[in-house]
């Protein structure tokens, strides 16, 4: 929800990806059919491989929550993602299963992390998360993502990158 009240400042349009019985407070949200979750649950099962986690959760409403994911994924050129913490490979939680789909699918991934209160890039490459320094330029068609932990220093980080890339509206 923060990218979405953040970006309304600055006429971003987001688009919710929702499920039925899912609470959100999205303004925009798209409802996934059966046949979309199904599609993804096929990208969470290649993410389990490179998190090392099952995808065969017990809750089909947390298993709904994880192939939503992959349509915030799918159809983004980017991913900007705000990490309660992450390791140099991995990033903690749901937004761990979203972040490995689009390493997965060779997208540019990058990921705020509060503990550190430091942005990362993922490099192809070395597959590791390293330091990112400059201002981040978000793409036309991004995927804002996050944990619902979200902090101050999460909070402002997305208001920095919003700042950075847009005038108020």
């Known amino acids: 929800m ?65 192939c939503r994911n992959w349509f915030q994924v799918k159809n983004a050129e980017a991913i900007f993602a705000i990490a309660k913490s992450m390791t140099d490979k991995v990033v903690e939680g749901g937004t761990g299963w979203a972040v490995q789909m689009a390493i997965d699918n060779n997208k540019p991934v990058y990921v705020f992390d509060q503990e550190a209160n430091l942005w990362t890039t993922f490099i192809y490459p070395m597959d590791i998360f390293s330091p990112y320094g400059e201002p981040l330029k978000l793409t036309e068609n991004f995927a804002g993502i996050g944990t619902r932990e979200i902090n101050e220093n999460g909070k402002l980080a997305i208001q920095k990158i919003f700042e950075h890339n847009f005038i108020p509206a």
């Open 2 to 66: 923060e990218w979405e009240t953040q970006g309304e400042k600055y006429g971003v349009k987001t688009i919710a990806y929702s499920f039925y019985n899912h609470v959100q407070q999205g303004k925009n949200p798209k409802i996934l059919t059966g046949a979309e979750l199904a599609e993804g649950f096929e990208a969470v099962k290649i993410a389990s491989k490179g998190l090392k986690r099952n995808p065969n959760v017990a809750y089909p409403y947390v298993k709904h929550l994880l």
